[in-house]
Structure formats: C-alpha cells, structure tokens
Nanobody
Framework: VQLQASGGGLVQAGGSLRLSCAASIFGNYDMGWFRQAPGKERSFVAALDWSSSGNTVYADSVKGRFTISKDKEENAGVLEMNSLKPADAAVYYC???????????????????WGQGTLVTVSS
C-alpha cells in the first residue's frame, strides 16, 4: 500500500498551500494528516471519513484555516491550508486508518499506513 503526499513548499505567512495524498485504499480506509516540526512530536492536523458521511475532524490550531476533502476524482485527498503561520511549518504526513477505527483518528499510533511526508515552510 502506498500513500503519495505532495504539494509542500515555501510560502509566506498568510499564504496558502494545497497538499494532496493519493492512495488506492481510501474507501475502506479514512484519511488523516499529521505534521511534525523539528524537535517536536508528530501531531494531528485533520481527518476525513471517506464514506458518504464525509465527516471531518480538525485540530483546534488549524480549525477555520485548513480544509480536508476528497479531490474531484475521489482517488486522492486534499488538505487546503490557508492563512498559514510560521507555526504551521513542518513535515506533513498523510495516513490511512481503517474505517472501523474512526473514533481514534486523532491518534497517530492507530493509523495503518503512512505516506513519506512533504515539507511545508512558512516564512514570516
């Protein structure tokens, strides 16, 4: 199983980036995004219930600024990041968690598969 994350880069504070995560397993699995800044632990960012419910969960630090969704073809997930702050700079990872474990989406250790990470840098 491969998760391919892309879309990271350098952006000025207040700017936007769009991360994408391609995987063939979404459907039986839900998608989550985590991030890890240097010297810090990996932390939850957002999760999407891939079923028809489309439920989403966000970390308080990104609520109202980030949006997680499916792309048009529904074979990849998207994390739209707006109003970026220097504190958002990190390596961002997409991950897949069995749909039966939705209640654990905030916990990285519960995820089944991980992508390789994409670096987001935010300049002040």
């Amino acid at each position: 199983v491969q998760l391919q994350a892309s879309g990271g880069g350098l952006v000025q504070a207040g700017g936007s980036l769009r991360l994408s995560c391609a995987a063939s397993i979404f459907g039986n699995y839900d998608m989550g995004w985590f991030r890890q800044a240097p010297g810090k632990e990996r932390s939850f960012v957002a999760a999407l219930d891939w079923s028809s419910s489309g439920n989403t969960v966000y970390a308080d630090s990104v609520k109202g600024r980030f949006t997680i969704s499916k792309d048009k073809e529904e074979n990849a997930g998207v994390l739209e990041m707006n109003s970026l702050k220097p504190a958002d700079a990190a390596v961002y990872y997409c991950a897949a968690i069995s749909a039966t474990k939705w209640r654990y989406v905030r916990f990285s250790e519960r995820y089944d598969y991980w992508g390789q990470g994409t670096l987001v840098t935010v300049s002040s």
